[in-house]
């Protein structure tokens, strides 16, 4: 019973937290607190049963839970996942405890409506994740903007109502776009569903066509919802506003897990549904992430501020997962699904690195420090790791989802991926040079003189991502394996398209590999059968060798 509902139970089990939190008083701060930890870490807990349980070798949805909801439509409450999402679903249930004990002494206002929206935040996330119904991850993706408003609006920085409402108008801009693409493809399908997955399968039999037209716009109304929120340039400037003004734990969240919803939409919702789209236009795409990736790494070079330039990195990391995306091989697939897990770690354990020297400094201007070694020599120590992290060192997780991205953007396109590895080299540049400054060289500035070390919280709060970090850089199989299946049948539908479909033809470009590459057709996916796997869905495809 646990296993058939165990998508419901993490999706919902934060909101219901959040609601219990209502019966608290107001008071209580302590105990809201303890109660909010608690329920995060067991929901986090509760999730790693999908990720042991796991069958890597089906490339299908799993731990599907399909229930009808609303009769017009009809509208389904459709769960599930595959290897694509499951890795994005661990790390929002990895992230929220760790951003709820981050605010543990930041936060003294208004503590019980914060840890509430911090819990209904988790669940609209998850829920972005798990949702195989067109509507409700609508729903899902609408819901979790509401409480990101208010944390940074509410226990944001000076200009926190600005960022606020640039945060809010620049999302909801897109995502009504996408509604109406939801609503049109509806219409496509003959409006007899929402579901992704039957009409994915319904476009991949041919039981019903769209023009290439009507594709195109599909296509672009989604992918702008999804390019807004990576962000990809030129839709970026949003982000570094939100993440200077949001509260230590709203930039976490943010940069964890909130910019991989673009990326995973691309993967989970452009490239399936509208293949043919996705190749013609991913010159221009990998285009924009490359000024991306070249853009934010020397505007963070020049940046002031910390958490600015954090923010602008984010710009250059989350440019090379579209980069990656975009090249359609394998190895760049695989890098881009991976990167997305390691940014999460890499760039939220910075955003909380930079809010433990705010809180004892209460300022992010580098200017006001260095020499911060002499004093915080653990500090400095585990900042490095982070900085050595987030610029690819082998070794550390960094550097496995670079590696994959080239290597497979290069069978593409060489000279692509020479952009992106001087864009990897100016992120060294801008990261060591920006850790110089804080930590080495002389003590010129007294109030450093009396900045105190880390404490045994914050060392705990860095920890368990230091550990995933250590463990993906030595041994990535594990997360590889199990997002392989997944991505090879994205990578079959874009081969598909290379095949006159819906009266029109796309060439896909001749550096792809595209006689290593299986023909996919609907059924019962074999790994199903063989290993009676109780939650493999029947909805998958069949490789003919």
């Not at 990895?94 to 206002?109: C, K, N, Q, R």
């Amino acid at each position: 019973m646990l296993t058939r509902h165990i998508l419901s139970l993490i999706t919902y089990l934060p909101a219901v937290a959040g609601l219990a939190l209502l019966l608290f008083p107001r008071h209580a701060q302590s105990a809201i607190k303890t109660f909010a930890l608690l329920l995060s870490i067991a929901t986090f807990l509760v999730s790693l049963h999908l990720y042991f349980h796991f069958n890597p070798a089906y490339g299908g949805m799993q731990y599907e839970e399909a229930n009808a909801w609303i009769d017009a439509g009809p509208i389904r409450h459709h769960l599930g996942i595959d290897g694509i999402s499951l890795f994005l679903i661990l790390l929002t249930t990895f992230i929220t405890p760790l951003a709820i004990l981050s605010s543990w002494h930041s936060v003294t206002d208004r503590v019980k409506p914060y840890m509430i929206c911090l819990l209904f935040l988790e669940t609209g996330m998850i829920g972005v994740f798990a949702a195989l119904d067109l509507v409700l991850f609508y729903i899902f993706w609408e819901a979790m903007l509401i409480p990101m408003y208010f944390l940074i609006g509410v226990w944001g920085g000076e200009r926190r109502v600005y960022a606020a409402v640039k945060f809010i108008l620049y999302t909801m801009v897109g995502s009504l776009l996408m509604l109406v693409a939801i609503l049109y493809l509806f219409h496509l399908n003959g409006a007899t569903t929402f579901d992704f997955v039957q009409i994915s399968n319904n476009l991949a039999a041919g039981t019903f066509r769209i023009t290439y037209g009507e594709e195109f716009w599909l296509f672009m109304a989604f992918l702008l919802a999804f390019a807004i929120k990576v962000p990809l340039f030129p839709f970026h400037t949003w982000l570094p506003d939100a993440h200077v003004e949001a509260p230590t734990a709203g930039s976490v969240i943010l940069a964890g897990v909130l910019l991989k919803m673009g990326t995973y939409g691309l993967l989970r919702f452009c490239l399936p549904l509208f293949p043919a789209s996705a190749i013609a236009a991913a010159p221009y795409l990998s285009f924009l992430a490359l000024i991306g990736i070249v853009y934010g790494a020397l505007v963070a070079m020049v940046q002031p501020d910390l958490k600015k330039l954090v923010a602008y990195s984010s710009v250059s990391h989350m440019g090379l997962i579209v980069l990656g995306i975009f090249a359609f091989t394998q190895q760049s697939l695989q890098g881009s699904t991976l990167q997305m897990l390691n940014h999460g770690l890499s760039t939220g354990a910075l955003f909380l690195l930079v809010g433990m020297i705010y809180e004892r400094r209460h300022t992010r201007q580098i200017s006001d420090f260095g020499g911060l070694a002499h004093r915080n020599p653990v500090l400095a120590s585990l900042f490095l790791v982070v900085t050595l992290s987030s610029i690819g060192l082998p070794g550390l997780n960094g550097f496995v989802g670079e590696v994959l991205i080239l290597a497979g953007t290069f069978l593409k396109s060489p000279s692509n991926a020479a952009i992106a590895a001087s864009g990897m080299i100016l992120g060294a540049v801008y990261m060591l040079w920006m850790y110089q400054r804080v930590f080495f060289g002389k003590v010129t500035n007294a109030a450093n003189m009396e900045m105190k070390d880390i404490g045994v919280r914050e060392k705990w709060l860095l920890a368990p991502i230091l550990v995933l970090m250590l463990w993906i850089g030595v041994y990535s199989a594990p997360f590889l394996q199990r997002m392989d299946a997944s991505l090879k049948l994205v990578q079959q539908r874009i081969h598909d398209a290379h095949a006159p479909a819906g009266g029109y033809r796309v060439e896909l470009p001749r550096a792809l590999p595209l006689d290593s590459w299986h023909r996919a057709v609907p059924a019962q996916h074999p790994a199903a059968v063989q290993t009676g796997h109780p939650n493999a869905s029947v909805t998958g495809f069949k490789y003919d060798h």
